[in-house]
């Protein structure tokens, strides 16, 4: 067996990636769940009183080895999937369900530690925090129902992990077999960068010409900017059709039925527990507590966000007619004339930015602002890792190191679309402690000639900013348990720091310093600045409506018993919203991958709604200070948020920052909806 998938030996303790095969995985993983397995029982079957020490610490570290293991697995399935690992995944999700349902449902940890949780007044506090999470985990998977009502869960936990992952799968073999060649005279109104990138797509697929693909990073700028209508009808449609059974897969990737069982599923799962429903389980540890309180915030924003939708709609549909187009404004029309608007209204081109904002530049700028904000120093290294672009960091302070941080930043084939942060390790003091090794991926288009520099649009760089806001949760982190550490927190609170992080981007000084034309070295025009931040919430009525839609819908699914048919459920939500038609939902329901790929966000997707309220408060208290990289701010950032991990509850977290709970005000200021 290969035992750097468990003793990590390659530079600053990272995973030698060159040293590792798909074979590798599969007999690794097999040892290390029984000696988990092993381990466990062995704190179960313990004959001493149950305390802290026995109990609850040892189950902290009980399964190192194994969560090692995998988190090197499923980092490589989801940067570089291939039909091993697809196959990997697929055998995986249903055993590790059933190894952690009887992890998680055993009566005997139960009781050991309902124990503890008993008699803990004594223990420190992130002691008492921890007990209490574990007994609340444990009670949440059912550790206290009756034999044969545990027997049904642990089915339906399995079940649902082998459908998640099919899901997920689904909608990746549907973004990466979708081509679409683009004859040369129907490429009017593309900029010669995407044209490039459109080339590079095609060299990739072993072709020649241009083609659009369903990577985000081509897909969107191409409905921007295409004059030929029939073909953005024909690319909007594909995108939508992801895991729709009318997809690049046809049949054998719909996600349909299987939406429909994981429904049904959740919600027994959710009366098993004594739950109404699986929105009410799923929101029970989040600070919103209930649907009534998501969706009271949800619909908050949705009017004005309607209203000015509505707005824009008229107006676009006028720009259609003038263009000779008839019938109504459609979803391949929208992006198309609200980005010519923008230029005309606001005489701003997103293509007089790019040559602003390279990648590396943005990289400069994200690490600059956590210098500025933390104190903390980035230095490259050399490691072997899963692709040759992608880079390796050692982050440290006053000479201690902080983290070691990875970034991979292109899109290519059988790489998960989106972008997130991971991390392979997590921080936590125990016995000499460790500190995290934290992963940003995105997928931006990478340049179109080998040593190019690439190019990326104004949403490209707030992502860039937004998933090192994640990353910093974790090199920030200072607890002692791993299982509070960095972003073990709620649902709703886990997007704060990556969203205030965003602020960032928008500073003079940042901009002054990073964003420099690639070939003069001339800083970004402050016209042009001015022109970008004006029209930089143009749109906002779109990109709004669509992310609600989708918040509601999954609001909607989870609510009361599961539907038979989800879509007419959908359907019906959002006639009852008067959503415009021309708005598709952000993420529709056949290839909601935040909700279905896995149950993180089920119930859950308004919690970066619940957080961007937060997220603009908290960026009013460095505005405050006169001085938005202001060190006290930061610091009080960092004892009081950052740091802490999930050592309080969040809502006690946020009030030790900002001794007040937020409204919406600043929300639909800083989004122009106001």
């Known amino acids: 067996m290969n035992p750097e998938l468990t003793n990590w030996t390659g530079p600053h303790g990272l995973p030698r990636f060159d040293l590792i095969e798909d074979a590798d995985f599969a007999p690794v993983i097999d040892a290390e769940l029984i000696r988990a397995e092993a381990a466990i029982e062995a704190i179960a079957a313990n004959p001493a009183p149950a305390d802290f020490a026995n109990t609850v610490a040892a189950l902290e570290t009980a399964e190192e080895p194994l969560e090692r293991a995998i988190s090197v697995f499923y980092t490589l399935a989801s940067v570089a999937s291939n039909p091993q690992r697809q196959a990997l995944e697929r055998d995986l999700a249903p055993r590790l369900a059933a190894y952690g349902n009887k992890v998680m449902m055993d009566p005997r940890l139960f009781q050991r530690v309902q124990t503890v949780a008993s008699d803990n007044a004594d223990l420190p506090a992130q002691d008492q925090r921890i007990t209490e999470l574990q007994l609340r985990a444990r009670r949440r998977a059912g550790a206290g129902l009756a034999p044969d009502d545990r027997a049904r869960l642990a089915q339906i936990n399995e079940r649902l992990a082998s459908l998640t992952t099919q899901f997920s799968q689904n909608v990746l073999a549907d973004e990466r077999d979708f081509v679409m060649a683009i004859p040369d005279d129907r490429l009017a109104g593309l900029p010669d960068w995407l044209r490039g990138a459109m080339q590079a797509a095609s ?21 921007e900017l295409a004059d030929d209508r029939a073909l953005r009808e024909v690319a909007q449609k594909a995108w939508a059709a992801r895991g729709s059974g009318e997809g690049a897969g046809g049949a054998e990737t719909d996600n349909r039925p299987i939406v429909t069982e994981i429904l049904a599923l959740r919600h027994e799962k959710a009366r098993l527990l004594d739950y109404d429903d699986f929105a ?3 929101l029970e540890p989040e600070m919103a507590r209930d649907a009534s309180r998501v969706e009271d915030l949800l619909m908050q924003v949705w009017q004005p966000a309607l209203a000015r939708a509505r707005q824009d709609e008229t107006a676009l549909t006028r720009m259609l007619r003038e263009d000779g187009g008839n019938g ?54 050399e490691a072997p890792l899963w692709a040759p672009e992608a880079r390796a960091w050692q982050i440290t302070r006053d000479g201690k190191l902080m983290a070691i941080f990875l970034g991979d930043y292109f899109a290519r084939p059988g790489k998960r679309s989106g972008a ?17 090794i934290v992963v940003n ?5 990478p340049p179109d000639t080998p040593g190019a520099p690439a190019f990326l649009s104004w949403d490209d760089a707030g992502t860039l900013f937004h998933e090192f806001g994640h990353a910093l949760h974790h090199i920030l982190s200072d607890v002692e348990w791993p299982s509070i550490a960095g ?24 901009l002054k310093e990073h964003a420099r034309h690639f070939e003069t070295g001339e800083p970004l025009p402050q016209a042009l600045l001015d022109r970008l931040l004006a029209s930089d919430k143009a749109d906002a009525g779109f990109s709004t409506v669509e992310y609600l839609e989708s918040a509601l819908v999954d609001l909607a699914l989870h609510r009361g018993e599961a539907p038979a048919d989800p879509a007419a459920r959908k359907a019906d939500l959002l006639a009852r919203l008067d959503a415009p038609t021309a708005i598709p939902l952000r993420h529709d329901t056949p290839h909601f991958g935040h909700v279905f790929s896995g149950s993180h966000y089920a119930s859950g997707y308004y919690s970066y709604l619940w957080s961007e309220v937060m997220d603009a408060d908290a960026f009013e208290a460095f505005r405050e200070t006169g001085d ?8 009080r950032l960092e004892d009081e948020i950052l740091s802490r991990g999930g050592s309080a509850q969040a809502d006690e977290l ?21």
Request: aromatic share 12%.
């Open 654 to 674: 946020w009030l030790a920052f900002r001794e007040r709970m937020p409204g919406v005000g600043p929300l639909l200021k800083g989004r122009g909806l106001a």
């Open 441 to 445: 991926v995105c997928n931006f288009t």
């Open 280 to 282: 009410s389980f799923r």
């Open 203 to 223: 060299r990739e697929r072993d072709t020649t010409g241009h083609v659009i693909t369903l990577s985000r990073s081509l897909i969107v700028p191409f409905l």
């Open 628 to 635: 938005v990289f202001d060190r006290a701010t930061a610091q």
């Open 487 to 510: 972003t073990s927190v709620a649902l709703d609170f886990v997007e704060l720091p990556s969203q205030l992080y965003e602020h960032w981007l928008e500073q003079p000084q940042v």
């Open 328 to 381: 109504a404004l459609e979803a391949w029309d929208w992006r198309y004339y609200a980005a010519r608007r923008k230029r005309e209204q606001h005489e701003f081109d997103p293509d007089d930015l790019k040559p602003y904002l390279t990648l590396d530049a943005m990289i400069g700028a994200v690490f600059d602002s956590a210098k500025r904000l933390f104190g903390l120093d980035v230095e490259p290294f």
């Open 420 to 436: 997130w942060c991971s991390n392979l390790q997590p921080q936590h003091k125990i016995g000499a402690g460790q500190r995290p």
